[in-house]
C-alpha cells in the first residue's frame, strides 16, 4: 500500500491529491474484492467495494478532463487499464 501511494505522490507529505486518493482506492479496492469472493454474502462489503470503485471512477475523470499527463501516469503506475 505505501509502495503505491510513495509512487505517485508529488511531495513528502502528500496525502490529499487526486493521484495519492487513487492509489489508496486502488489498494481498498483489491483488499475488498479478494474478501468478496471469499464471503459472497456479505452485502455489506460488496457495497463498499462498490462504493470505492465508483469513487475512483470519479476521480479518474477528474483527472482525466484537468491533467492528462498525470492521469496516464497513474494508470501506467497502477496498472489500472490496458
Known amino acids: 500500500m505505501k509502495k ?3 509512487e505517485v505522490s508529488l511531495h513528502e ?3 490529499g491529491s487526486s493521484e495519492v486518493q487513487i492509489a489508496l482506492l486502488t489498494d481498498k479496492i483489491e483488499t475488498l474484492s479478494k474478501h ?3 464471503f459472497k454474502k456479505d452485502k455489506h ?7 470505492a470503485v465508483n469513487k475512483r471512477k ?3 475523470d477528474y483527472l482525466k478532463k ?3 499527463d498525470s492521469y496516464k ?3 501506467t503506475k497502477l496498472n489500472l487499464r490496458k
Open 4 to 6: 503505491n501511494v510513495s
Open 13 to 15: 507529505k502528500d496525502t
Open 36 to 38: 468478496v469472493k471469499q
Open 45 to 51: 462489503s460488496s457495497v463498499g467495494l462498490l462504493k
Open 58 to 60: 470519479k476521480l479518474l
Open 66 to 68: 484537468n491533467k492528462i
Open 73 to 75: 501516469n497513474i494508470l
